[in-house]
């Protein structure tokens, strides 16, 4: 089993940066796949960043050129740096994080971001 543990999400006016911490825990073998989704109430959960063992990082065409993620495997963790934030990037962050093997899909317990003058 594989906890995960978010944190950095905030209120913080438009323009401003955050930065979104995401550590994995317990039983990792191989964490092949590490992302960022987004939710907002009444949406589905949208992908906002991926980045894949040995491969290059994708984003969400409403982030791109704003948003950075990056892994540290030492640390089984992923980050997600936000600037320029607009309101329209309010909503709850979560972590996902795939392995295989074993295949696993986990998911952080959410950090809110908010983004209001």
């Known amino acids: 089993q594989v906890q995960l543990v978010e944190s950095g999400g905030g209120l913080v006016q438009p323009g401003g940066s955050l930065r979104l911490s995401c550590a994995a825990s317990g039983s990792i073998v191989d964490i092949y796949r590490m992302a960022w989704y987004r939710q907002v109430p009444g949406k589905k959960r949208e992908m906002v960043a991926v980045?894949?063992?040995?491969?290059?990082?994708n984003y969400a065409d409403s982030v791109k050129g704003r948003f950075t993620i990056s892994r540290e495997n030492a640390k089984n963790a992923v980050y997600l740096q936000m600037n320029s934030l607009k309101p329209e990037d309010t909503g709850v962050y979560y972590c996902n994080v795939k392995t295989f093997p074993p295949p696993g899909d986990y998911w952080g317990q959410g950090t809110q971001v908010t983004v209001s003058s």
């Open positions: 980045v894949t063992s040995g491969g290059s990082p």
